[in-house]
């Protein structure tokens, strides 16, 4: 099976821009988890998505907003783009709720 | 609230020497604690994991062992090599959903 993928790799993006980050996951995986990775606050939930229900969220602001679609590919979305949003957006997929997560190669976001 | 603290930040260990990184948790409802490792430039893959209700489970040369009234959780590498070199992140869940509170990670060097 084809592992998780994500687009763009790469995006680099202004202060108040916003931005759309895509997740397909594993082939039969129902479950899109979000992440972001910086390196002063290590990996930090962002929200889940099942069946195209966001069934958890973290401690972000709610210009972090995300959505799965029928398919599970999920997309997060960052509007008005701050410089502290720069970081690598991990997505991971499982099977269902409490199956293993494996996690894509994750889009690097610089904000200038 | 939800925490994980991991120890120690930074391991360096001889070839064939012995690794352990520590976990503590904080959420007493946690029952699913994965463990990732993850290169440079790499995502994070999982290595091992271990659910709440077992003391410690092993593979090949890693084992996981888990103290539920403490609250802790350890990862022990044996007979370390020097492709081990990587950072290793412990997580933990509850209602074993995709939401993963992560520690901060322990960068192990290993050294031949």
């Known amino acids: 099976k084809a592992g998780v993928t994500q687009t763009p790799r790469y995006l680099i993006k202004t202060r108040g821009q916003q931005v759309t980050l895509s997740c397909s996951p594993i082939s039969g995986h129902r479950s899109v988890s979000w992440y972001q990775q910086t390196p002063g606050q290590g990996l930090q939930f962002l929200f889940e998505?099942?069946?195209?229900?966001?069934?958890n969220k973290g401690n972000f602001p709610g210009r972090f907003s995300g959505r799965q679609f029928s398919n599970s590919r999920s997309e997060m979305n960052v509007s008005t783009l701050e410089l502290g949003d720069s970081a690598l957006y991990l997505c991971?997929?499982?099977?269902?709720?409490?199956?293993?997560?494996?996690f894509g190669p994750g889009t690097r976001l610089t904000v200038l | 609230g939800e925490n994980v603290e991991q120890h120690p930040s930074t391991l360096s260990v001889q070839e064939g020497d012995s690794a352990v990184i520590k976990c503590t948790y904080s959420?007493?409802?946690?029952?699913?604690f994965p463990w990732y490792k993850q290169e440079l430039g790499k995502r994070p893959q999982l290595i091992i994991d271990i659910r709440s209700n077992v003391g410690e489970k092993k593979d090949q040369r890693i084992a996981v062992t888990l103290n539920k009234t403490a609250k802790h959780f350890s990862l022990h590498i044996t007979e370390t090599q020097p492709e081990d070199s990587a950072v290793y992140f412990c997580a933990a869940s509850k209602n074993q959903g995709g939401k993963l509170i992560f520690g901060q990670g322990t960068e192990l060097s290993v050294k031949p």
């Open positions: 959420d007493s409802a946690s029952n699913y």
């Open positions: 998505y099942f069946s195209e229900t966001q069934r």
């Open positions: 991971a997929s499982s099977f269902s709720k409490g199956n293993e997560q494996f």
